[in-house]
């Protein structure tokens, strides 16, 4: 048992829910709840009082919904935050996103009813989750003020033994506002196909893979086995299945077993694409706990493919792309921002749309 238990704040709008979920962190003795509140106003005056650790946040919610809450909780008590959501609604999901943007560490699927099948393993997701993020650190998001006076990232000149013509992705806690951001600073149309993991809860990616293809001008979608990946379009791996690629550039879903306890994995991806791309990759490994991808982007980096590495300042959690930076794997580090311009610079040779030959 642990000396000091995790302090938990639930916010959600229905009694029965609170109750449903403070149950479930309480099963295991590393929890204590020491709110439960019906909306985000509530949430803001409890934080004073209950001092918790983290934040589970209901989205659709009367009055201040979960968006707006945590987006106030940010810029003046910052502490993680995960959005425990069970609608799938278009507008909800879209929400859940930009709370992760307002700077929530991440969106897990709130559990069914005790007698639905699937209510065991969601509910060990769900504690897992909050478990795990609640030792992420957070920063102080600073209302926007008018246009920023940081200096603009610049390309960096690279040198490539060959065209580049596929990307690579992969990121965990905090990833997807930071693969928004990229990909909405690509120019459009992307001449090369972008592959892209993200460890996310199981019912999300479909939602993400909408959010993004709406925010950013960039056609993404959820990845199906045996197609040809096609230039400026962006595939994200679907729920549970490791996403590879082939020499012939069509995407690979394996349920091999898990690497680094997770399936997809990054590792998967890049392995992948170092054996049947190699110097023709862009690999980029951004923010998210753990070391997934960081040994397989130095095999990209050992094949000659161009290697990014998001930068401690701008990640949520540096854990993978520090580990790449600290052996070597990394060629460029770089904020999302720079990272955009890094990526147009590498294929601004190409002239227009085409998919792998």
């Known amino acids: 048992m642990p000396d000091r238990k995790i ?23 590393a929890f204590e709840i020491v709110g439960s509140v019906p909306g985000g106003a509530q949430a803001i005056e409890a934080l004073a009082t209950s001092r918790p650790d983290v934040v589970t946040m209901d989205i659709h919610m009367p009055g201040m919904d ?22 799938f609604h278009p507008g909800d999901v879209a929400k859940a996103f930009r709370a992760m943007e307002a700077g929530a560490v991440a969106v897990v699927e709130k559990p069914p009813g005790i007698n639905h099948p699937d209510h065991a393993v969601a509910a060990r ?12 650190r957070v920063v102080r998001r600073y209302p926007k003020r008018g246009p920023s ?31 928004q951001k990229i990909l909405a600073n690509l120019p459009k149309p992307f001449p090369v196909p972008i592959l892209i993991v993200q460890h996310i809860s199981a019912g999300f990616a479909k939602g993400l893979a909408d959010w993004l293809t709406s925010t950013t001008g960039l056609p993404v979608r959820i990845a199906r086995n045996a197609e040809i990946a096609q230039a400026g379009t962006a595939y994200l791996a679907p729920d549970g299945c490791h996403m590879g690629v082939s020499k012939e550039c069509r995407i690979l879903c394996s349920n091999d077993p898990a690497e680094h306890g997770l399936r997809p994995s990054v590792s998967f991806l890049f392995r992948s694409a170092a054996k049947n791309h190699g110097a023709q990759v862009a690999g980029v490994l951004l923010t998210g706990m753990g070391r997934d991808g960081a040994e397989e982007l130095k095999a990209l980096r050992d094949k000659g493919a161009v290697t990014i590495a998001q930068d401690k300042e701008s990640s949520t959690v540096h854990g993978m792309p520090g580990e790449a930076i600290r052996i070597g794997a990394a060629a460029h580090v770089a904020d999302p921002e720079g990272i955009s311009l890094l990526l147009q610079s590498l294929v601004a040779r190409e002239t227009r749309p085409t998919s792998i030959p």
Do not use: C, W, Y
Not at 125 to 136: G, L, N, P
Not at 150 to 165: E, K, L, Y
């Open 7 to 29: 302090k938990v704040l639930v916010v959600d709008d229905s009694a029965v829910s609170r109750a449903s979920l403070a149950h479930e962190l309480e099963s295991d003795p």
């Open 66 to 87: 979960g968006f707006e809450a945590t987006r106030q909780i940010m810029q003046t008590h910052p502490l993680p935050i995960v959005i425990v959501s069970a609608s």
């Open 125 to 136: 997701r769900f504690v897992s989750t909050v478990k795990a993020m609640s030792e992420v």
């Open 149 to 179: 006076t940081r200096p603009p990232s610049q390309p960096v000149p690279v040198a490539t033994h060959g065209n580049i013509r596929l990307v690579a992705i992969g990121a965990s806690t905090g990833g997807p506002p930071v693969i």
